[in-house]
Protein backbone atom coordinates (compact mmCIF):
# COMPACT_ATOMS: atom_id res chain seq x y z
CA UNK A 1 0.00 0.00 0.00
CA UNK A 2 1.00 3.36 -0.83
CA UNK A 3 1.37 6.10 1.45
CA UNK A 4 -1.08 8.45 -0.46
CA UNK A 5 -3.71 5.59 -0.45
CA UNK A 6 -2.90 4.40 3.65
CA UNK A 7 -3.93 8.38 4.31
CA UNK A 8 -6.76 8.87 1.98
CA UNK A 9 -8.48 5.62 3.66
CA UNK A 10 -8.01 7.12 7.43
CA UNK A 11 -9.34 10.38 5.97
CA UNK A 12 -12.28 8.02 4.77
CA UNK A 13 -12.96 6.56 8.03
CA UNK A 14 -12.66 9.75 9.79
CA UNK A 15 -15.15 11.42 7.45
CA UNK A 16 -17.19 8.72 8.10
CA UNK A 17 -17.13 8.81 11.77
CA UNK A 18 -17.83 12.71 11.50
CA UNK A 19 -20.98 12.31 9.32
CA UNK A 20 -22.25 9.86 11.32
CA UNK A 21 -23.06 12.57 14.22
CA UNK A 22 -24.40 14.39 11.21
CA UNK A 23 -26.66 11.55 9.52
CA UNK A 24 -29.94 12.48 11.24
CA UNK A 25 -29.72 16.15 11.18
CA UNK A 26 -29.78 16.43 7.29
CA UNK A 27 -33.30 17.52 6.93
CA UNK A 28 -32.66 20.07 9.45
CA UNK A 29 -29.67 21.34 7.53
CA UNK A 30 -31.53 21.18 4.03
CA UNK A 31 -34.25 23.98 5.40
CA UNK A 32 -31.21 25.76 6.88
CA UNK A 33 -31.57 24.95 10.32
CA UNK A 34 -28.82 24.52 13.12
CA UNK A 35 -28.20 20.53 14.04
CA UNK A 36 -30.29 19.47 16.94
CA UNK A 37 -28.85 19.71 20.80
CA UNK A 38 -25.93 16.94 21.09
CA UNK A 39 -27.50 16.35 24.72
CA UNK A 40 -31.21 15.68 23.62
CA UNK A 41 -32.00 12.01 24.46
CA UNK A 42 -33.33 11.39 21.30
CA UNK A 43 -30.42 13.03 19.73
CA UNK A 44 -27.97 10.84 22.28
CA UNK A 45 -29.45 7.81 21.20
CA UNK A 46 -29.04 8.75 17.03
CA UNK A 47 -25.49 9.03 17.92
CA UNK A 48 -24.58 6.45 19.39
CA UNK A 49 -26.70 4.15 16.81
CA UNK A 50 -24.66 5.92 13.81
CA UNK A 51 -21.77 5.87 15.32
CA UNK A 52 -21.55 2.44 16.15
CA UNK A 53 -22.18 1.82 12.51
CA UNK A 54 -19.15 4.00 11.12
CA UNK A 55 -17.24 1.66 13.78
CA UNK A 56 -18.79 -1.30 11.92
CA UNK A 57 -17.95 0.78 8.66
CA UNK A 58 -14.05 1.03 9.69
CA UNK A 59 -13.96 -2.92 10.96
CA UNK A 60 -15.27 -3.33 6.83
CA UNK A 61 -12.57 -1.15 5.26
CA UNK A 62 -9.26 -2.67 7.13
CA UNK A 63 -10.89 -6.34 6.34
CA UNK A 64 -11.02 -5.68 3.04
CA UNK A 65 -7.44 -4.08 2.63
CA UNK A 66 -6.28 -7.27 4.18
CA UNK A 67 -8.18 -9.50 2.34
CA UNK A 68 -6.65 -8.15 -0.37
CA UNK A 69 -2.61 -8.05 0.51
CA UNK A 70 -2.82 -4.49 1.48
CA UNK A 71 -1.46 -4.76 4.48
CA UNK A 72 1.47 -6.48 4.95
CA UNK A 73 3.96 -7.92 2.48
CA UNK A 74 3.34 -11.31 1.35
CA UNK A 75 6.26 -12.90 2.95
CA UNK A 76 4.91 -11.19 6.38
CA UNK A 77 2.15 -13.50 7.91
CA UNK A 78 -1.20 -11.24 9.14
CA UNK A 79 -2.55 -11.84 12.37
CA UNK A 80 -6.11 -12.71 12.39
CA UNK A 81 -8.42 -9.44 11.73
CA UNK A 82 -9.37 -9.04 15.48
CA UNK A 83 -5.70 -8.81 16.21
CA UNK A 84 -5.27 -6.43 13.61
CA UNK A 85 -7.85 -4.23 15.03
CA UNK A 86 -6.14 -4.76 18.62
CA UNK A 87 -9.73 -6.33 19.95
CA UNK A 88 -7.87 -9.47 20.74
CA UNK A 89 -5.20 -9.09 23.53
CA UNK A 90 -3.37 -12.36 25.26
CA UNK A 91 -4.46 -10.94 28.32
CA UNK A 92 -7.48 -8.92 28.68
CA UNK A 93 -7.68 -8.18 32.55
CA UNK A 94 -3.59 -6.07 32.68
CA UNK A 95 -4.46 -4.38 29.09
CA UNK A 96 -7.34 -2.51 31.41
CA UNK A 97 -5.31 -2.51 34.52
CA UNK A 98 -1.77 -0.87 33.31
CA UNK A 99 -2.80 1.78 31.47
CA UNK A 100 -5.38 2.85 34.04
CA UNK A 101 -2.81 3.16 36.63
CA UNK A 102 -0.69 5.16 34.00
CA UNK A 103 -3.17 7.93 33.11
CA UNK A 104 -4.01 7.82 37.34
CA UNK A 105 -0.11 8.52 37.92
CA UNK A 106 -0.66 11.46 35.00
CA UNK A 107 -3.56 12.65 36.45
CA UNK A 108 -2.51 12.46 40.28
CA UNK A 109 -2.68 16.21 40.51
CA UNK A 110 -6.09 16.76 39.61
CA UNK A 111 -7.12 13.74 41.46
CA UNK A 112 -5.35 15.40 44.72
CA UNK A 113 -7.21 18.44 43.44
CA UNK A 114 -10.58 17.14 43.68
CA UNK A 115 -9.59 15.18 47.19
CA UNK A 116 -8.48 18.37 48.59
CA UNK A 117 -11.25 20.30 47.18
CA UNK A 118 -14.62 17.68 48.34
CA UNK A 119 -12.65 17.07 52.05
CA UNK A 120 -13.33 20.89 52.39
CA UNK A 121 -16.79 21.07 51.25
CA UNK A 122 -17.51 17.96 53.35
CA UNK A 123 -16.00 19.66 56.35
CA UNK A 124 -18.39 22.75 55.18
CA UNK A 125 -21.24 20.38 54.90
CA UNK A 126 -20.59 19.15 58.52
CA UNK A 127 -20.39 22.71 59.93
CA UNK A 128 -23.37 23.97 58.76
CA UNK A 129 -25.55 20.53 59.93
CA UNK A 130 -23.47 21.13 63.50
CA UNK A 131 -25.50 24.64 63.26
CA UNK A 132 -28.07 23.65 62.21
CA UNK A 133 -28.78 20.69 64.75
CA UNK A 134 -27.79 23.66 67.59
CA UNK A 135 -30.42 25.80 66.10
CA UNK A 136 -32.99 22.66 65.93
CA UNK A 137 -32.25 22.18 69.97
CA UNK A 138 -32.65 25.75 70.41
CA UNK A 139 -36.09 26.28 68.88
CA UNK A 140 -37.46 22.81 69.65
CA UNK A 141 -35.95 21.87 72.74
CA UNK A 142 -35.38 18.66 73.31
CA UNK A 143 -39.43 17.23 72.22
CA UNK A 144 -38.30 16.90 68.58
CA UNK A 145 -40.68 19.43 67.22
CA UNK A 146 -39.04 20.17 64.02
CA UNK A 147 -37.33 23.17 62.44
CA UNK A 148 -39.35 25.52 60.34
CA UNK A 149 -37.56 27.23 57.53
CA UNK A 150 -38.24 30.98 56.87
CA UNK A 151 -40.77 29.64 54.17
CA UNK A 152 -42.51 27.92 56.58
CA UNK A 153 -41.56 24.50 55.03
CA UNK A 154 -40.10 21.65 57.18
CA UNK A 155 -36.25 21.33 57.20
CA UNK A 156 -35.29 18.33 55.64
CA UNK A 157 -31.90 17.39 55.22
CA UNK A 158 -30.47 16.39 51.56
CA UNK A 159 -28.70 13.27 51.27
CA UNK A 160 -25.17 13.94 50.10
CA UNK A 161 -24.97 11.81 46.98
CA UNK A 162 -28.33 11.81 44.94
CA UNK A 163 -28.96 9.01 43.17
CA UNK A 164 -28.32 9.17 39.28
CA UNK A 165 -31.85 10.14 37.15
CA UNK A 166 -31.85 8.22 33.18
CA UNK A 167 -30.92 11.31 31.60
CA UNK A 168 -27.67 11.34 33.42
CA UNK A 169 -26.88 7.84 33.09
CA UNK A 170 -27.50 8.44 29.48
CA UNK A 171 -24.95 10.81 29.47
CA UNK A 172 -22.68 8.37 31.42
CA UNK A 173 -22.90 5.86 29.01
CA UNK A 174 -22.39 8.59 25.54
CA UNK A 175 -18.87 10.51 27.80
CA UNK A 176 -17.55 7.52 29.76
CA UNK A 177 -18.63 4.19 27.45
CA UNK A 178 -19.48 4.95 23.93
CA UNK A 179 -17.25 7.67 22.94
CA UNK A 180 -14.11 6.30 24.34
CA UNK A 181 -14.65 2.41 22.52
CA UNK A 182 -15.85 4.62 19.51
CA UNK A 183 -12.80 6.79 19.25
CA UNK A 184 -10.48 4.52 20.21
CA UNK A 185 -11.60 2.18 17.43
CA UNK A 186 -12.02 4.24 14.72
CA UNK A 187 -9.16 6.37 15.14
CA UNK A 188 -6.60 4.17 16.51
CA UNK A 189 -7.27 0.61 16.05
CA UNK A 190 -8.97 0.79 12.50
CA UNK A 191 -6.15 3.49 11.31
CA UNK A 192 -2.96 2.28 12.83
CA UNK A 193 -2.93 -0.89 10.66
CA UNK A 194 -3.26 1.19 7.64
CA UNK A 195 -0.64 3.56 8.16
CA UNK A 196 1.82 0.69 8.71
CA UNK A 197 0.78 -0.76 5.77
CA UNK A 198 1.39 3.09 3.82
CA UNK A 199 4.81 2.33 5.01
CA UNK A 200 4.84 5.11 8.44
CA UNK A 201 7.15 3.85 11.31
CA UNK A 202 5.75 2.91 14.38
CA UNK A 203 7.69 6.15 16.08
CA UNK A 204 5.99 8.18 13.74
CA UNK A 205 2.17 7.02 14.22
CA UNK A 206 2.73 8.11 17.39
CA UNK A 207 2.79 11.59 16.26
CA UNK A 208 0.31 11.24 12.79
CA UNK A 209 -2.37 9.15 14.11
CA UNK A 210 -3.74 11.85 16.17
CA UNK A 211 -3.90 14.50 13.88
CA UNK A 212 -6.67 12.56 11.71
CA UNK A 213 -8.64 12.64 15.38
CA UNK A 214 -7.96 16.33 16.01
CA UNK A 215 -8.92 17.85 12.77
CA UNK A 216 -12.18 15.55 13.28
CA UNK A 217 -13.13 17.86 15.96
CA UNK A 218 -13.06 21.26 13.56
CA UNK A 219 -16.99 20.60 12.71
CA UNK A 220 -16.95 21.93 16.07
CA UNK A 221 -16.45 25.43 14.85
CA UNK A 222 -19.27 25.34 12.61
CA UNK A 223 -21.81 23.97 15.83
CA UNK A 224 -20.84 26.83 18.05
CA UNK A 225 -21.20 29.18 15.24
CA UNK A 226 -24.24 28.82 14.72
CA UNK A 227 -26.06 26.75 17.49
CA UNK A 228 -24.51 28.52 20.53
CA UNK A 229 -23.97 32.00 18.67
CA UNK A 230 -20.63 32.37 19.77
CA UNK A 231 -18.14 34.37 17.26
CA UNK A 232 -15.83 33.27 14.56
CA UNK A 233 -12.70 33.66 16.18
CA UNK A 234 -13.75 32.84 19.44
CA UNK A 235 -14.98 29.72 18.39
CA UNK A 236 -11.62 28.91 16.52
CA UNK A 237 -10.00 29.63 19.16
CA UNK A 238 -12.18 26.96 21.75
CA UNK A 239 -11.85 24.19 18.88
CA UNK A 240 -8.54 25.05 18.20
CA UNK A 241 -7.52 24.51 22.37
CA UNK A 242 -9.84 21.14 22.10
CA UNK A 243 -7.28 20.45 18.91
CA UNK A 244 -4.34 20.76 20.17
CA UNK A 245 -5.62 18.68 23.48
CA UNK A 246 -6.97 15.56 21.52
CA UNK A 247 -3.96 15.42 19.59
CA UNK A 248 -2.17 15.47 22.88
CA UNK A 249 -3.77 13.01 23.83
CA UNK A 250 -4.02 11.26 20.86
CA UNK A 251 -0.27 10.53 21.29
CA UNK A 252 -0.65 9.05 24.41
CA UNK A 253 -3.47 6.75 22.88
CA UNK A 254 -1.64 5.69 20.09
CA UNK A 255 1.21 4.93 22.18
CA UNK A 256 -0.92 2.87 24.30
CA UNK A 257 -2.49 0.84 21.46
CA UNK A 258 0.98 0.04 19.53
CA UNK A 259 3.00 -0.79 22.59
CA UNK A 260 0.15 -3.19 24.38
CA UNK A 261 -1.84 -4.49 20.48
CA UNK A 262 -4.97 -3.73 22.82
CA UNK A 263 -7.87 -1.30 21.99
CA UNK A 264 -9.40 -1.84 25.67
CA UNK A 265 -6.33 -0.44 27.09
CA UNK A 266 -6.51 2.96 24.43
CA UNK A 267 -10.25 2.74 26.10
CA UNK A 268 -9.73 2.36 29.52
CA UNK A 269 -7.30 5.71 29.31
CA UNK A 270 -10.00 7.63 27.37
CA UNK A 271 -12.64 7.10 29.48
CA UNK A 272 -10.56 7.95 32.74
CA UNK A 273 -9.19 11.24 30.97
CA UNK A 274 -13.15 12.15 29.56
CA UNK A 275 -14.21 11.46 33.77
CA UNK A 276 -11.52 13.51 34.59
CA UNK A 277 -11.85 16.10 32.08
CA UNK A 278 -9.15 19.24 31.11
CA UNK A 279 -7.01 19.95 34.70
CA UNK A 280 -7.42 23.01 35.91
CA UNK A 281 -3.99 24.49 36.66
CA UNK A 282 -5.68 27.52 37.59
CA UNK A 283 -7.42 26.36 40.43
CA UNK A 284 -4.57 24.11 41.73
CA UNK A 285 -2.13 27.92 41.89
CA UNK A 286 -5.59 29.26 43.59
CA UNK A 287 -5.57 26.89 46.44
CA UNK A 288 -4.95 27.79 49.52
CA UNK A 289 -2.69 24.03 49.83
CA UNK A 290 -1.25 24.98 46.53
CA UNK A 291 2.30 24.14 47.44
CA UNK A 292 0.97 20.50 48.23
CA UNK A 293 -1.37 20.61 45.24
CA UNK A 294 1.05 21.73 42.74
CA UNK A 295 3.51 19.60 44.36
CA UNK A 296 1.30 16.61 43.13
CA UNK A 297 0.75 17.75 39.48
CA UNK A 298 4.73 17.73 39.21
CA UNK A 299 5.18 14.61 40.95
CA UNK A 300 2.48 12.93 38.90
CA UNK A 301 4.18 13.79 35.92
CA UNK A 302 7.39 12.84 36.86
CA UNK A 303 5.95 9.46 37.70
CA UNK A 304 4.03 8.90 34.58
CA UNK A 305 7.15 9.48 32.22
CA UNK A 306 9.30 7.17 34.85
CA UNK A 307 6.84 4.44 34.48
CA UNK A 308 5.54 4.97 31.05
CA UNK A 309 7.72 1.99 29.30
CA UNK A 310 7.33 -0.05 32.25
CA UNK A 311 3.47 -0.03 32.16
CA UNK A 312 3.30 -0.46 28.64
CA UNK A 313 5.49 -3.09 28.36
CA UNK A 314 3.76 -5.23 25.85
CA UNK A 315 4.91 -8.57 27.52
CA UNK A 316 2.01 -7.15 29.75
CA UNK A 317 -0.54 -7.89 26.75
CA UNK A 318 0.47 -10.49 24.66
CA UNK A 319 2.92 -13.14 24.22
CA UNK A 320 5.99 -11.61 22.63
CA UNK A 321 5.82 -11.72 18.42
CA UNK A 322 9.02 -11.79 15.80
CA UNK A 323 10.95 -9.99 18.62
CA UNK A 324 9.20 -6.63 18.44
CA UNK A 325 8.99 -4.02 20.77
CA UNK A 326 5.48 -3.39 20.17
CA UNK A 327 2.74 -6.03 20.46
CA UNK A 328 1.21 -8.13 17.02
CA UNK A 329 4.88 -7.30 15.84
CA UNK A 330 3.44 -4.43 14.67
CA UNK A 331 7.43 -3.06 13.43
CA UNK A 332 7.76 -5.93 11.26
CA UNK A 333 4.60 -4.86 8.75
CA UNK A 334 6.87 -3.35 6.50
Known amino acids: MTPLLSVLLCALISSLFVLSLYVWDIPRLLRGAPPANRDEPRVVCQRITSVLGSC ?46 LVVLLFLGPLALSAANWLQTLAADRHQHHHKH ?15 DADGAASVSKPLLLPLQPYDLLLHARNLLVAPLSE ?9 PLLLAGGFSVTSLVFICPLFFSL ?19 A ?14 GCLAAFIILRSGSVWAAVAAHAFCNAMGVPDFQAAVAHRHRHLICATFVGGVILFFTMVNTLTDPSLFNRP ?14
Open 56 to 101: LASAAIVAAAAKSGLLVDSHVPLPSIPRVLSLQPDYLLPSLAFPLL
Open 134 to 148: QDYRALSGADGAGVV
Open 184 to 192: EFVFRAALC
Open 216 to 234: AHVHHIWNLVHYHRCSLPR
Open 236 to 249: IAMVGFQMAFTWVF
Open 321 to 334: VASCHVSLGFCKWH
